[in-house]
């Protein structure tokens, strides 16, 4: 099992950045990759970028490319999602995510261990 804790979120206005930070422990020694998704109100699960756990690989929704970066740091077991220039529509609940298979693109499942979520609202 792998347990998986975030933070980060809150309120800020259009245009500004923010971090989320996604702590693993557990089962860490298994894990192929962490990723970050988000939900927003009325809508589905949305994949928003992925780092493979052992080797240097980023993965990224075209809908974030260049405004969000992911990154980990091993020492501490913990994956970020830095967000730059927040609009209205990146308001959601955001969720880390870990994976033990394998897979080639990472939008795809099973991504077998989730976060409780943290809530991002961005102003207009």
């Known amino acids: 099992q792998v347990q998986l804790d975030e933070s980060g979120g809150g309120l800020v206005q259009t245009g500004d950045s923010l971090r989320l930070s996604c702590v693993a422990s557990?089962?860490?020694?298994?894990?192929?990759?962490m990723g970050w998704f988000r939900q927003a109100p009325g809508k589905g699960r949305e994949f928003l970028a992925a780092?493979?756990?052992?080797?240097?690989?980023?993965y990224y929704a075209d809908s974030v490319q260049g405004r969000f970066t992911i990154s980990k740091d091993l020492n501490k077991n913990v994956v970020y999602l830095q967000m730059n220039s927040l609009r209205p529509e990146d308001t959601a609940v955001y969720y880390c995510?870990?994976?033990?298979?394998?897979?080639?693109?990472?939008?795809?499942?099973?991504?077998?261990?989730w976060g409780q979520g943290t809530q991002v609202t961005v102003s207009s």
């Open positions: 995510a870990a994976r033990e298979s394998y897979s080639s693109v990472m939008y795809d499942d099973p991504w077998e261990y």
């Open positions: 557990g089962r860490t020694f298994s894990t192929y990759a």
């Open positions: 780092i493979r756990w052992s080797v240097s690989r980023t």
